[in-house]
């Protein structure tokens, strides 16, 4: 159920250029089932920054009522939440949205789980509960540069692990498909969240396989009723728009035009 | 005795806090979070004769204490509208404010006539106002003759009261107030947003795909006043109030400055429970003014 809750931070810190990671204390934390889903969070008690930011739900930890989130302070809103310290409360509203289907990973399966940048995240909890499935993982993760990349030593823990950096100064050089392109690996189901061009050269490398991706658009609402947020779908599906908040964030190929 | 309650035309409030149109859809997603019979009333999203799919993205843009929008009047259709959300919406006890828009006055009126015999709609909100559609919309809003033929054509047709939603961009907003009041409107609704635009710090382009977008939130509040205590001095119709308000102090604002009851637009995005929050406070609110039921405060401030 979606409740808006006053949660108190636990842990918070940087573990990137600009990359950070906190960690929220509260019954909230009860109502999160599906990875990829979203919280919308306030961050500030005025009326300035007004609107609330979507960050995905990187990690569930039900037995201690915690959940965490990895966010990049880039603008406004994000650069006021790094500030937030271990007591003070964050206002909180969610889980939001439709996660990534665990339920379409078979036990014994193999399945491709592809990052980049600020897109990573959510991909954790998706590889926790794949993982306690007994589907084997494969993760690919696209940074910027080094001082850019978190998560590696997480993800690797649960399966093979590759990274890519667009600068080269880290694991592979180029972008997540050249890497793609060489390993060639073998899967039953993919899943992805990043940037545009990312996802669009997946579903293109991948024409029949059967797979998940999470998009991004600019919010009001959250919840599915000031139409800010959609996205335009291809001619296969019905509706001309889906809103990403509340249809999305996660979409089965092929649905959102790219 | 019911302290909160108004009497309008059409609409009898328990209290006097709608949200506003195209902030609340047609009421499905917050009535995932309180019940909906707690609301005085409820705006529809603006309903048009088709289906309408709206702006391309990005389609908001965040300003300080506001916000730019330019969703496009994207709505499911009057056929969907008639179908599906106003019998889903009769399980509440809440008079619907249906929000009508159309290109040109057929379609005004097509949809007025179809969506006034719903057994909810107990008023129509005729969207003159609209600043985010090529056609129809705002060109009705700016001009006081065609406001006010607009109005007496609704009126025509409509089963049910009918009031007009007038936009801030304009010179002089008691005229088109004035015009509508004589083309038969039995209310007014104001504001809707102020035209606006955001540029991208890196390219230097409009950040909203639509170039401009219509301002909302707590920074319009003070224009919004300064309006209604206008036009409410010059109209003997009754208003309701709209634009920025955030609690229950905003809500006695409207009322002194003129307005009978109000809506909350951009507030439901920051905090999806404010209208409830706003309504508990109020009683509270009245004490402290000594003020017995609020419909006293109502134009107190030109009293
Ligand atoms: C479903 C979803 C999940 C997300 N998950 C994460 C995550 O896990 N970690 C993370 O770092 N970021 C995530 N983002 C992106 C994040 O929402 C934006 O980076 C953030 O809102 C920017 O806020 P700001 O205060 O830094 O920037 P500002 O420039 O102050 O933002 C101004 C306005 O634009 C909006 N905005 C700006 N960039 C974006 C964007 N890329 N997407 C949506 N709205 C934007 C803001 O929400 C705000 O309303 C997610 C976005 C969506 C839609
Ligand atoms: C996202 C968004 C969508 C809107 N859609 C409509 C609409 O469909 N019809 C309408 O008459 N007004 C629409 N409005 C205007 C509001 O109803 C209201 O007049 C305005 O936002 C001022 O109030 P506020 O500051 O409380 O938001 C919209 C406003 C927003 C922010
Ligand atoms: S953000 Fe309001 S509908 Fe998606």
Redesign the interface.
Known sequence: MIKQERMKVVRHKQIADDIFELTLIGQLSLEMKQPGQFVHIRVSDSFEPLLRRPISICSIDPEHMEFTMLYRAGGRGTKLLSLKQPGDEVDILGPLGNGFPVEEANTGETALLVGGGIGVPPLYELSKQLNAKGVRTIHVLGFQSINNVFYEKQFSELGETYIVTADGSYGTKGFVTDLLAQLNPEFDVFYSCGPLPMLKALEQTYPDKKGFLSFEERMGCGLGACYACVCKTTDAVENDYLKVCSDGPVFPRGVVAL | MNRLQVELPGLSLKNPIIPAS????FG???A??YDLSKLGAIMI?ATTLEIR??N????????????L?A?GL?NPGLAHVMEYELPWLEQYDVPIIANVAGTDTTDYVAVAEKISTAPNVKALELNISCPNVKCGGIQFGTDPKTASELTAAVKAVSKVPVYVKLSPNVTNIVEIAKAVEAGGADGITMINTLIGMRLHPKTGKPIIANGTGGLS??AVKPVAIRMVYDVSQQVNIPIIGMGGI?NAEDVIDFLSAGASAVAVG?A??????VCPNIIDELPQKLDELNCEKISDLVGRSHR
């Open positions: 195209g902030c609340f859809g499905q997603e917050y995932k979070l999203k799919k709206g391309p993205t990005p389609r908001v843009a965040e300003t300080s204490s506001g916000m929008n969703i994207q939130g707590p955030t951009t439901n995005f920051v905090d999806p429970f």
